[in-house]
């Protein structure tokens, strides 16, 4: 028997046509690349995405096209994700952080028609336009008055373009399962991997993003997102605030301590969400300006593990809490969150910390199980750990164009391989121990690169540290531990060595410490351990 419920396909466009009708006076904010501070509401944004839709159909783009943007966090690019998606062509959200080989690759292996770019990256293009097919459009993210002297042929102005176009627009009807968007993962190892989510994937996982134990966004919430709009659709937030009527702050392209700070402050922001570099920066600009930010209640960590001390500092200096999570770009991020259960109340702080600094516990939608190297399912009891598997409705099913990626990700039974090595504890937080290819393996047993990084950053002195497996006569591998030093960090090798004692079993023990003055990253911000690994290759660990 079927049920008889309206059989309505979850779209984007529900999302935007929400936030204008209910949410219409809600603010938009954004820090503009030309430089002053943009206001608008979600109702007179509504309007300008009709205009774009039109202006995407006078130049040629259809049902299906991808139309790339290679911009920071603002209201144009926000405009682009649902008038590109409504029309039931792909926004593709290229990564400007990725090498110039990396971004021509993608944007021919995309077959881009179009590409909309803002004012800071027209030099990035300019710099592999001869290695672009000439029959691709280029339309700079601003208004006629800021349009750049560029190499550029034929491009085009965003603002001339909408300008004197209807704001009237019968959106398509098409089936839910549609593309939507399509973003590439930063390829630590070959060439990035292309993602193509779903009109019905992305509404669903703004569902999720709004739940109180997802990212809790609400229409009484301020929400700055940090982590950029070309990384996994900054975790899916614009959508899940276009559904919730979130009021959203952009930060455009103010990264650092003092311009994420200022937002914050100025818009009185309650939630925001990045990777632990960008709050390593606010953090250290809060202190040494004795800031304090009574708006801000919810801070999401993720992208990479957060450090205990970070949560700390958030819970203690500015009285707001640091929630970890975990997801992946073949995940449309979200995967798990470590908030904290009805039935851990009682436990003390300390007992409390050690579940926080954990990745967390998966939503709803996302089911996962650990395996061995045989694929047999491993305990769920926080210490056996093996190969972490996913599924679940916004978990990629194989990457667009690239069979030969996707034979290799799935198992038997269709379980995507995260390439992550994790512990499942009683309780259901899932734990990172290492992604699969940095484990450092020492006399047929397994170390933890992560949890060495996460203690030798605990230390004050220490900004930054990655550990890697160092070819060893005896045991095989052995851990190196490369630190960047913070300002005036004045911390030696043997006080490093002794930092370990206790904390780990001693064979865990890295050999040696090295210092050095930059580590090398991804697009993403993670330390680039195929890099690390290049430039120690012939490294000799002391005897
Ligand atoms: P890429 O950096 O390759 O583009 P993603 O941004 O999709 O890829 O990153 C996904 C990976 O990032 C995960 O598989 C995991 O290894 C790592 N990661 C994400 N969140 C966390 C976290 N909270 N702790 C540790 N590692 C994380």
Same mark, same amino acid.
Request: overall charge negative.
């Given at each position: 028997m079927r049920g008889m419920m309206m059989d309505m396909p979850l779209t984007t466009t529900s999302l935007i046509e929400h936030a204008a009708r209910y949410h219409g006076d809600t603010e938009i904010v954004s820090r503009t690349i030309e430089g002053p501070i943009h206001r608008y509401t979600y109702g007179e944004s509504y309007q300008r995405i009709k205009k774009l839709v039109n202006a995407l159909g006078d130049l040629g783009v259809g049902e299906g096209d991808r139309v790339a943007t290679l911009a920071w966090n603002g209201y144009r690019h926000f405009e682009l994700y649902f008038a590109v998606s409504g029309m039931g062509a792909v926004c593709h959200t290229i990564n400007p952080r990725l090498f110039g080989d990396q971004i021509i690759y993608i944007i021919n292996h995309a077959k881009d028609k179009i590409?909309?770019?803002?004012?800071?990256?027209?030099?990035?293009?300019?710099?592999?336009?001869?290695?672009?097919?000439?029959?691709? /459009?280029?339309?700079?993210?601003?208004?006629?008055?800021?349009? =750049?002297?560029?190499?550029?042929?034929?491009?085009?102005c965003f603002e001339v373009l909408i300008d004197g176009q209807s704001d009237s627009y019968d959106w398509p009807d098409f089936e839910e399962n549609t593309a939507s968007s399509l973003c590439y993962s930063s390829g630590t190892t070959g060439n990035p991997k292309a993602v193509l989510?779903?009109?019905?994937?992305?509404?669903?996982?703004?569902?999720?993003?709004c739940a109180t134990d997802g990212l809790g966004i609400s229409g009484q919430d301020i929400v700055l997102p940090?982590? =950029?709009?070309?990384?996994?659709?900054?975790?899916?937030?614009?959508?899940?605030?276009?559904?919730?009527?979130? /009021?959203?702050?952009?930060?455009?392209? *103010?990264?650092?301590?003092?311009?994420?700070?200022?937002?914050?402050e100025n818009e009185g922001v309650t939630f925001t969400a990045g990777v632990p570099t960008v709050w390593l920066l606010l953090l250290g600009y809060i202190s040494?300006?004795? /800031?304090?930010?009574?708006?801000?209640?919810?801070?999401?960590? *993720?992208?990479?593990?957060?450090?205990q001390s970070m949560i700390e500092a958030f819970e203690n200096d500015l009285d707001c809490r640091c929630i970890h999570a975990w997801g992946m770009t073949e995940m449309s991020p979200l995967g798990t969150l470590a908030h904290m259960k009805n039935n851990m109340k009682d436990m003390t702080p300390e007992d409390q910390m050690a579940y926080k600094v954990k990745q967390g516990r998966p939503v709803y939608g996302v089911d996962m199980k650990i395996v061995d190297d045989n694929d047999a399912e491993l305990p769920h009891d926080g210490k056996a750990f093996g190969e972490l598997l996913v599924r679940g409705p916004w978990v990629t099913n194989g990457y667009y164009e690239d069979e030969e990626t996707s034979a290799d990700s799935f198992d038997a039974d269709g379980w995507f391989r995260?390439? %992550?090595?994790?512990?499942? %504890?009683?309780? *259901?937080?899932?734990? +990172?121990?290492?992604?699969? @290819? %940095?484990? +450092?393996?020492?006399?047929?047993e397994w170390i933890s690169s992560i949890e060495l990084e996460n203690i030798a950053v605990g230390h004050p002195d220490i900004a930054e540290a990655g550990v890697i497996g160092v070819a060893h006569p005896k045991w095989d591998e052995r851990p190196?531990? +490369?630190?960047?030093?913070?300002?005036?960090?004045?911390?030696?090798?043997?006080?490093?060595?002794?930092?370990?004692? *206790? @904390?780990?079993?001693?064979?865990?023990?890295?050999?040696?410490?090295?210092?050095?003055?930059?580590? =090398?990253?991804?697009?993403?911000?993670?330390?680039? @351990?195929?890099?690390?690994?290049? +430039?120690?290759? %012939?490294?000799?660990? =002391?005897?």
């Open positions: 590409i909309f770019v803002d004012l800071s990256f027209v030099p990035v293009l300019e710099g592999i336009a001869e290695q672009l097919d000439a029959s691709i /459009k280029i339309v700079v993210m601003t208004d006629q008055e800021h349009m =750049p002297d560029s190499k550029l042929e034929n491009s085009l989510y779903s009109h019905r994937s992305t509404v669903l996982h703004a569902m999720t993003a940090v982590v =950029p709009m070309f990384h996994v659709n900054a975790w899916g937030i614009p959508y899940a605030c276009a559904l919730s009527g979130a /009021k959203l702050v952009f930060p455009g392209a *103010g990264m650092d301590g003092a311009s994420v700070c200022e937002l914050l040494e300006n004795k /800031k304090k930010l009574p708006d801000l209640e919810r801070v999401i960590v *993720g992208g990479a593990a957060v450090p995260t390439g %992550d090595v994790s512990t499942i %504890d009683e309780r *259901g937080f899932m734990q +990172i121990v290492d992604r699969a @290819k %940095d484990v +450092i393996k020492s006399g047929g190196l531990l +490369i630190c960047v030093k913070s300002d005036g960090g004045a911390v030696t090798e043997a006080e490093m060595l002794e930092m370990y004692k *206790g @904390k780990v079993a001693d064979w865990w023990i890295p050999n040696q410490v090295v210092f050095i003055d930059e580590l =090398p990253h991804t697009a993403t911000g993670k330390i680039r @351990k195929t890099e690390l690994r290049k +430039i120690f290759a %012939d490294h000799k660990l =002391p005897a």
